[in-house]
Nanobody
């Protein structure tokens, strides 16, 4: 059973930083295409950042230069370092594993990030 567990969310003031983690179990992490998404109240879930199959990274325009996605295969964990946080970054953040070999997509349960002014 593939499981993704996010951690590191919470509350922070605007301008602050936060580092989210996503621990993956039940599947070969190195074969996961990891990504982070977020969903704000009343809005659709949107891409924040992902690691593409060729190893390149993609960022939403709204987070470019502020957020950094990374992963540690030895720890089966993906990260999202978020700096210079804005109130509009407030959302539930989800990590996602695209298991290309299996043709499956797995999601974590989400972690709340609240940025106050």
């Amino acid at each position: 059973q593939v499981q993704l567990v996010e951690s590191g969310g919470g509350s922070v003031q605007a301008g602050g930083s936060m580092n989210l983690s996503c621990a993956v179990s039940g599947y070969m992490f190195s074969r996961c295409g990891m990504g982070w998404y977020r969903q704000a109240p009343g809005k659709e879930r949107e891409l924040v950042s992902r690691i593409n199959r060729d190893g390149t990274t993609t960022y939403a325009d709204s987070v470019k230069g502020r957020f950094t996605i990374s992963q540690d295969n030895a720890k089966n964990t993906a990260y999202l370092q978020m700096n210079s946080l804005l109130t509009e970054d407030t959302a539930v953040y989800y990590c996602r594993c695209v298991a290309w070999v299996l043709g499956q997509i797995y999601w974590g349960q989400g972690t709340q990030v609240t940025v106050s002014s």
